[in-house]
């Protein structure tokens, strides 16, 4: 893996990194084979153990949040568990999104470890926004022109999957998605757009800092491959920047989106 790890933050108690698309974030029983992982860079990087808090999806880039000591490790997730850390992800789908929605469908474990009929469903919650659309004069699939369209999703629970398979069960998967998406959509991406890559990306964070009287939150750049593609669509207006602030700290925990009415 050749990306360079981009440090967002960094302070005493915890660290904030760009996760590069396809790097595992740590070692799995389904990991035989390989030998790189996010949580064995970062802490070659850093010269010290790190503590990871909270988790991506192989495929999917963007910021995560790693402690650097196990009692604040146990502080943020407690935090993340509690639903007290705002997490915001952009996706390119297929179709014309809603322009913005509340997604509600129960979800069961995914996890391998036995038949995901025998798991309990539980509550999934994803708000849905967005941002901008396309249509290209491409045949993909039975239409003579093709719509896609840059979702912002902003998660409320922290189901595996969730983003991916809410949008796929609404009816607008995520290009490059090889499990809930379709093969000539990503196909075309692939081999059309130079974006062979599931295009979802978590590019926005914010929660109480573990330790000090401030609120952080993190903004993240795409990659060099989303970002592309974005310019390449005309919706270079809705690339997000590495940005970091500081707010005064709040007891709430993850407010209700402002575009959707609970």
Same mark, same amino acid.
């Given at each position: 893996?050749?990306?360079?790890?981009?440090?967002?933050?960094?302070?005493?108690?915890?660290?904030?990194?760009?996760?590069?698309?396809?790097?595992?974030?740590?070692?799995?029983?389904?990991?035989?084979?390989?030998?790189?992982?996010? #949580?064995?860079?970062? !802490?070659?990087?850093? &010269? @010290? =153990?790190?503590?990871?808090?909270?988790? /991506?999806? %192989?495929?999917?880039?963007?910021?995560?949040?790693?402690?650097?000591?196990?009692?604040?490790?146990?502080?943020?997730?407690?935090?993340?568990?509690?639903?007290?850390?705002?997490?915001?992800?952009?996706?390119?789908?297929?179709?014309?999104?809603?322009?913005?929605?509340?997604?509600?469908?129960?979800?069961?474990?995914?996890?391998?470890?036995r038949?995901?009929?025998?798991?309990?469903?539980?509550?999934?919650?994803t708000?849905?926004r967005?941002?901008?659309?396309?249509?290209?004069?491409?045949?993909?699939?039975?239409?003579?022109?093709?719509?896609?369209? #840059?979702?912002?999703? !902003?998660?409320?629970? &922290? @189901? =595996?999957?969730?983003?991916?398979?809410? /949008?796929? %069960?609404?009816?607008?998967?995520?290009?490059?998605?090889a499990?809930?998406?379709?093969?000539?959509?990503?196909?075309?991406?692939?081999?059309?757009?130079?974006?062979?890559?599931?295009?979802?990306?978590?590019?926005g964070?914010?929660?109480?800092?573990?330790?000090?009287?401030?609120?952080?939150?993190?903004?993240?750049?795409?990659?060099?491959?989303?970002?592309?593609?974005?310019?390449?669509?005309?919706?270079?207006?809705?690339?997000?920047?590495?940005?970091?602030?500081?707010?005064?700290?709040?007891?709430?925990?993850?407010?209700h989106?402002?575009?959707?009415?609970?």
């Amino acid at each position: 893996m050749a990306d360079e790890l981009r440090l967002l933050h960094r302070d005493e108690h915890l660290v904030v990194v760009h996760k590069p698309a396809g790097l595992l974030v740590h070692r799995t029983a389904l990991a035989r084979g390989e030998r790189e992982f996010l #949580l064995q860079r970062l !802490r070659d990087r850093l &010269g @010290r =153990r790190v503590y990871p808090v909270h988790r /991506l999806d %192989r495929p999917t880039s963007g910021a995560m949040v790693f402690a650097l000591s196990p009692e604040v490790a146990a502080r943020l997730a407690e935090a993340f568990a509690g639903r007290e850390v705002a997490k915001r992800y952009l996706a390119v789908v297929r179709g014309i999104g809603p322009a913005a929605e509340r997604l509600a469908y129960p979800l069961r474990e995914e996890d391998g470890r036995r038949p995901k009929a025998e798991m309990p469903a539980q509550e999934a919650l994803t708000d849905i926004r967005r941002l901008d659309s396309v249509e290209l004069p491409v045949q993909v699939d039975r239409y003579p022109r093709s719509r896609y369209s #840059l979702m912002e999703a !902003r998660p409320l629970t &922290g @189901r =595996r999957h969730q983003i991916r398979r809410h /949008l796929s %069960r609404r009816g607008y998967p995520i290009i490059g998605d090889a499990k809930h998406g379709k093969g000539n959509h990503n196909r075309f991406f692939a081999e059309r757009l130079d974006a062979p890559r599931l295009l979802l990306a978590a590019v926005g964070l914010a929660f109480d800092h573990p330790v000090e009287a401030y609120r952080l939150e993190i903004e993240c750049a795409l990659d060099a491959t989303m970002a592309a593609l974005l310019e390449r669509l005309g919706w270079a207006g809705h690339l997000p920047l590495d940005a970091v602030r500081q707010e005064p700290a709040t007891a709430a925990s993850i407010p209700h989106s402002p575009f959707v009415t609970p």
